[in-house]
C-alpha cells in the first residue's frame, strides 16, 4: 500500500517561500497523477495544483498562479511544491494526493492522502 509523507512547513514571513516534499513509499509514483490541496481553519478543502503522470501537465488554482510550482521526481517517488512570493491566506495545512486517474481538481476523486504538513505565513 502507498503512503504519502509531506514535509518542509513551517512559519514564515509574508513574500518568503518554503518547498514542500511528499515522500512516496510501498509502490511507485509514476502510476499516479499526484496533486496538492490545502484546508484552512474552518474552510473546505481546496485545490492548489496538480501534475499529470510523466510531469508533462500541470495545472494551478488562479490563487497561486505565478507563484507556486509542482514538480516531480519519479525516480525518487517524490512530488514538490515550491512556494514563492506567500501570503498570509495562503496559512492552511496542505495535503499531498495521489490518483490513477488523470489530474483531478476535486478532492473526491483522489484515492490516496497524506497526513498534511501545516504552513503558516505571518504578515
Known amino acids: 500500500q502507498v503512503q504519502l509523507v509531506e514535509s518542509g512547513g513551517g512559519l514564515v514571513q509574508a513574500g518568503d517561500s518554503l518547498r514542500l516534499s511528499c515522500q512516496a513509499s510501498g509502490r511507485t509514483l509514476s502510476s499516479y497523477s499526484m496533486g496538492w490541496f490545502r484546508q484552512a481553519p474552518g474552510k473546505e478543502r481546496e485545490f492548489v495544483t496538480a501534475?499529470?503522470?510523466?510531469?508533462?501537465?500541470?495545472y494551478y488554482a488562479d490563487s497561486v498562479k505565478g507563484r507556486f510550482t509542482i514538480s516531480r521526481d519519479n525516480a525518487k517517488n517524490t512530488v514538490y511544491l515550491q512556494m514563492n512570493s506567500l501570503k498570509p491566506e495562503d496559512t492552511a495545512v496542505y495535503y499531498c494526493?495521489?490518483?490513477?486517474?488523470?489530474?483531478?481538481?476535486?478532492?473526491?476523486?483522489?484515492?490516496?492522502w497524506g497526513q498534511g504538513t501545516q504552513v503558516t505565513v505571518s504578515s
Open positions: 501534475i499529470s503522470r510523466n510531469g508533462g501537465k500541470a
Open positions: 494526493t495521489a490518483t490513477l486517474k488523470v489530474v483531478q481538481r476535486t478532492p473526491t476523486w483522489y484515492e490516496l
